[in-house]
């Protein structure tokens, strides 16, 4: 099992609708989850950090789900702007509070 | 300049070569980073300074070499390098030292290395 996993997607979203897609992460030790944004050809952002069970700014909702080792990003009235690809982040204190990265979500929202 | 910067923006070298990369952060952050990443893989974490003390070699090969001056400067210098280490190099760097779980790193644009 790989240390985090995410749906590759792409997830095709209507604007305006929601979309949620969620990230598995195989050390249950793991004390911090961050999610990043990553455009094309571009370094990614920080976009979101949970902390305990969650988070939210704007538009944007993370869960985080203990018992079931998965923490999930919820985007609400998608706008064109929000495609890119999310990377979720683990910080996992077995490995030394080392930060290990899943492989992205990649989103499309459409007209 | 603001944030994490990083030069070269592209670099095409040989395999005979060597060159360096630069990472600058503006922040006052205490820890910085060198990661890797290849094309749709994640990104892997290559090395870790924290106050200036390298605290992580994720087993990189000897012919990445990084250098950490100060706490504001990262270098990653390159030689003898083969195509599969064509990716982009990215630098992130950290408030906190490297080890606690509040661990928000912020990213440089990033290298894109050719290897010839």
């Known amino acids: 099992r790989k240390e985090v996993e995410q749906d590759p997607g792409p997830f095709n979203v209507p604007e305006g609708a929601t979309v949620a897609f969620n990230c598995t992460y195989s050390?249950?030790?793991?004390?911090?989850f961050f999610w990043y944004r990553q455009d094309c050809r571009k370094e990614p952002k920080l976009l979101m950090s949970v902390y305990s069970s969650g988070n939210e700014d704007g538009r944007f909702t993370a869960q985080l789900n203990r018992a079931s080792q998965y923490i999930s990003l919820l985007i609400r009235d998608s706008k064109l702007s929000d495609s890119a690809t999310y990377l979720c982040v683990v910080n996992g204190k077995a490995a030394g509070n080392k930060l290990t990265f899943g492989g992205g979500t990649r989103v499309l929202v459409k007209p | 300049e603001t944030g994490v910067t990083q030069t070269p923006r592209h670099l095409v070298m040989g395999m005979t070569n060597k060159k360096s990369l630069k990472c600058e952060q503006h922040?006052?952050?205490?820890?910085m980073y060198w990661y890797k990443q290849s094309a749709k893989k994640p990104l892997e974490l290559m090395f870790v300074y924290s106050l200036e003390e390298r605290v992580e070699n994720n087993s990189v090969p000897s012919r990445f070499s990084p250098e950490c001056p100060n706490s504001s400067h990262l270098f990653l210098h390159l030689h003898t390098l083969q195509p599969e280490d064509s990716a982009l190099y990215l630098c992130?760097?950290?408030?906190?030292?490297?080890?606690?779980?509040?661990?928000?790193?912020?990213f440089g644009p990033g290298t894109r290395l050719t290897v010839l």
């Open positions: 922040l006052g952050h205490n820890a």
């Open positions: 050390n249950s030790a793991s004390q911090s």
């Open positions: 992130a760097s950290s408030q906190d030292p490297a080890g606690t779980i509040y661990n928000e790193q912020f």
